[in-house]
């Protein structure tokens, strides 16, 4: 993986995109710390179809749905009333 630094992506961006569909990802750093990363639609789109599902698709989906998640109701010790005071 090339790396560039954030000016000279800018200012060669064509050549910084032709280097990406070419070669594969890009780096790109600032101030000499990695930043970012230029990568093709196909591997981005490669990636999330392997990344875990959203919590609103976890939500939302059949097996989603648990026995017990909560523990059962009314089994909390509770202080004596004179306490509560």
């Known amino acids: 993986m090339d ?4 000016q000279d992506a800018k200012a060669r ?4 995109l032709d280097a990406c ?3 594969g990802p890009q780096m ?3 101030r000499g ?3 970012a990363v230029l990568v093709p639609v ?3 789109r490669r990636l999330q179809s392997a990344a875990r599902p959203s919590l ?3 939500l939302l989906s059949d097996d989603a749905r648990a026995e017990a998640i909560a523990p059962p109701r009314g ?4 202080r004596p009333v004179e306490a509560q005071k």
């Open 56 to 58: 609103k698709e976890l």
């Open 21 to 23: 569909l070419a070669e």
């Open 75 to 78: 089994h909390g010790r509770r």
């Open 13 to 16: 961006f064509s050549e910084f």
């Open 3 to 6: 790396t560039w630094s954030v």
């Open 42 to 44: 196909q591997e981005w």
């Open 33 to 35: 710390i990695e930043a």
């Open 28 to 30: 790109v750093t600032r």
